[in-house]
């Protein structure tokens, strides 16, 4: 089982000058190598919940564990290299070139120059960048994606375990957000980070969440996977929240996996086959285009896990609901 990574117990956090909380008594557990975005409306305490994670801002109440370990026990500076930090402002240094932006952590402890050049080049190809064409480049002579392919770049310098990303792609045309999402769930599964993602945006959050925490008000109302959110919102904030998600935005948030009903594993049935991480929307496609009554659904190690039904889709969307498999 997956260790946790990070611990809020009973977590509030209230500013100077101020009446209200603006986290009340959070608790949480996120799983070692678990991508996690957390939800809400602006002002429901997101980026505060994300702060005190790395000590940009220190609970008032509560304790948050890194590893079993309190952070206050740790020693700041190395703690703080352990997790990446990404917003949605870059902050590139301007008068260094992409080359000399990814390696400021790398500097500062000390490798040696080739090590450093390897690690740039390797970071920079990981992000889809051509090291050759972008690392003598300044932050200047980049578009607002590519910036931050590099920020992104910069904050996994050092290998830190877990990344906070606050909103990175918020100032991102549609496009270019929707190849940096894909880009960051392929570069997730790769290297098992844990991540924790801010968002306002419902269908960034459950695209790449494999968790999602909606909160509002300083308060988790939430906190389970995107299945479970849309199938059982656990209140009327919630229920609202995923309102707003067209039936065909759901469909792009459900996976094979979560609706598939079991199967003779040597079942040999010359249906279609999807892989398990299928949306429901590519598979209502499927039966759409082709007179098929039902699709088998296969996993790379396991082989046939389940089948998804015609009827199953059909009597889901009539209803105007997603599923209660
Ligand atoms: N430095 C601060 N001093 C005083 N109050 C603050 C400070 N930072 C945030 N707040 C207040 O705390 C509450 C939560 O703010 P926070 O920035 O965490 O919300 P958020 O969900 O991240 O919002 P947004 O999506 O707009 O960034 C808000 O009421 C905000 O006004």
Redesign the pocket.
């Known amino acids: 089982m997956a260790r946790t990574a990070i611990e809020f117990r009973n977590v509030s956090k209230q500013?100077?000058?101020?009446s209200?909380y603006?986290?009340a008594g959070v608790n949480m557990r996120i799983s070692e190598g678990s991508f996690i975005t957390i939800l809400?409306?602006?002002?429901?305490?997101?980026?505060?919940?994300l702060k005190m994670v790395n000590r940009i801002y220190e609970a008032t109440s509560g304790e948050i564990l890194y590893f079993g370990e309190h952070i206050h026990n740790l020693n700041l500076e190395e703690y703080r290299r352990k997790i990446g930090y990404v917003i949605q402002q870059v902050g590139l240094f301007p008068h260094m070139t992409v080359e000399e932006n990814i390696g400021t952590i790398p500097q500062l402890l000390k490798w040696d120059t080739d090590t450093i050049a390897k690690r740039v080049d390797a970071l920079l190809e990981l992000v889809c960048l051509s090291p050759l064409d972008f690392k003598k480049r300044y932050p200047r002579q980049l578009s607002g994606g590519q910036q931050q392919r590099v920020g992104l770049a910069r904050a996994m310098a050092a290998d830190p375990g877990i990344m906070l990303m606050?909103?990175p792609f918020g100032a991102i045309d549609a496009i270019t957000r929707q190849n940096l999402q894909e880009e960051l769930i392929r570069i997730q599964r790769k290297l098992n980070k844990t991540i924790l993602f801010?968002t306002?945006d419902v269908n960034e959050a459950f695209k790449l969440g494999e968790k999602v925490v909606i909160?509002h008000e300083?308060t988790i109302q939430q906190f389970d996977t995107p299945y479970g959110i849309i199938t059982k919102p656990a209140n009327g904030y919630v229920a609202r929240l995923i309102e707003t998600q067209d039936i065909v935005q759901r469909l792009k948030v459900l996976k094979a996996q979560s609706v598939m009903l079991p199967v003779d594993p040597q079942l040999s049935d010359c249906a279609f086959r999807v892989g398990t991480e299928e949306s429901l929307h590519n598979i209502l496609t499927y039966f759409l285009e082709n007179d098929q009554k039902h699709v088998l659904v296969e996993d790379n190690r396991r082989g046939i896990v389940g089948k998804i039904t015609w009827e199953q889709l059909k009597g889901s969307t009539r209803q105007g609901k997603v599923l209660s498999a």
């Open positions: 500013y100077a000058n101020t209200q603006a986290v809400g409306t602006s002002g429901s305490g997101k980026t505060t919940l606050d909103e801010v306002h909160m300083g």
